[in-house]
């Protein structure tokens, strides 16, 4: 069933199901690295991000409880630049910055980028960047990125049009 979706796992198993020590992978290419049982992430592991960035935890049935800070100072309350920003500098006034990537991923119409894909409202599924089928996003998911993430434009404002202010004669106020 893995195989299916684009996982895969190389590890310890008990009665089919990962079970000890082993490297569960994404279709992402997420990579987590540590302890399961019973066929979820259980004990020491990480997680280890295509972009070379690591979250650490202690899992308790699929579930991150502990995560420890070590000397962490990215995207706190007194720092709120994206990581490109803090690599590469900040942008020239006037030149916004929406997303870690400059320039953004072109969404495509009526999606919404989630983070790890576009997300289709209409269809609820989540692709890869790529355009790979990742998953279908249940209710709280959808509810989430729809409140959240950045959306595809769906009325560009022509900067070539002017502004007509409404005429006296058609504001009233009642």
């Not at 994404?26 to 280890?48: I, Q, R």
């Not at 990125?145 to 560009?156: E, P």
Request: proline share 5%; net charge negative; aromatic share 14%.
């Amino acid at each position: 069933m893995m195989e299916l979706v684009g996982n895969s796992y190389k590890g310890n198993t008990k009665n089919g199901r990962m079970d000890g020590e082993g490297e569960y992978t994404f279709p992402t290419n997420t990579k987590y690295v540590g302890e399961t049982k019973d066929g979820m992430f259980h004990g020491k592991g990480f997680l280890l991000f295509p972009n070379g960035s690591k979250y650490e935890s202690t899992w308790e049935n699929g579930i991150a409880k502990q995560y420890q800070e070590k000397n962490w100072d990215y995207c706190n309350g007194y720092d709120r630049r994206f990581y490109s920003e803090r690599c590469n500098g900040l942008r020239p006034a006037g030149e916004s910055q929406m997303t870690d990537l400059h320039p953004p991923r072109a969404i495509p119409d009526g999606c919404y980028d989630c983070g790890d894909g576009f997300y289709d409202p209409t269809t609820r599924v989540i692709t890869s960047y790529m355009g790979k089928f990742l998953r279908n996003a249940d209710d709280s998911e959808h509810e989430w990125i729809v409140r959240t993430c950045r959306k595809a434009l769906d009325d560009v404002a022509d900067p070539e049009k002017s502004f007509e202010p409404r005429s006296e004669k058609s504001s009233s106020i009642y």
